[in-house]
């Protein structure tokens, strides 16, 4: 499976790597990019730290999973991503802030994030935008459902949580 996964500045970096790691743990193929507001929510909600350098929060958050992981720059127009006829399977932005919700909506595009969305849309792909605006302190239970929930809508088997009516995952 081939994902590109969107990084913007809305609050909710625990999703955002839940979901990497969910989709690396699966086997997918992953294209990363972040926008400078998104790099900004990674550095302050996972390593409490917003003066990190954009390489640092890249590398911490992609951590292990380098060899699965591609990362691109925003303004990347070259990234296999920003083209409908490269082979993709799913697309999620994860934290989605309001503004490239409202960017997508209007069909305006102006980074990397915004043009793979709208691909997705474009070519009837699967698209999964995440826009939470959650206080730091959101427990680990809630960002496990909220993973659990778009693994599932990108069709990638998790064990976070338990399936309604008790079910295991």
């Known amino acids: 499976m081939k994902v590109f996964l969107g ?3 809305a609050s909710g970096a625990p999703y955002a790597k839940g979901i990497l790691d969910g989709l690396v743990g699966a086997g997918a193929e992953v294209g990363l990019a972040a926008s400078s507001a998104g790099i ?5 909600e996972l390593y409490r730290d917003a003066s990190l350098a954009r390489d640092v929060v890249l590398e911490r958050f992609v951590g292990d999973a380098g060899d699965r992981v591609t990362v691109y720059e925003a303004d990347d127009w070259k990234s296999p991503y920003a083209s409908g006829s ?12 309001m ?3 409202g960017t997508l909506a209007s069909g305006a595009m102006s980074n990397l994030i915004h043009r793979a969305a709208s691909v997705a849309l474009k070519e009837r792909r699967r698209l999964v ?3 939470r605006e959650t206080p730091l302190s959101s427990i680990q239970d809630l960002v496990d459902f909220v993973v659990a929930r778009c693994l599932d809508q990108l069709g990638v088997d998790n064990t976070l ?9």
């Open 40 to 44: 900004e929510v990674l550095a302050t």
């Open 86 to 97: 490269a082979k993709v399977d799913a697309y999620v932005v994860c934290p989605c802030s």
């Open 129 to 131: 935008l995440v826009p």
């Open 161 to 169: 949580v338990e399936r309604w009516g008790g079910a295991s995952a």
């Open 99 to 101: 503004a490239t919700v």
């Open 7 to 9: 990084i913007t500045g």
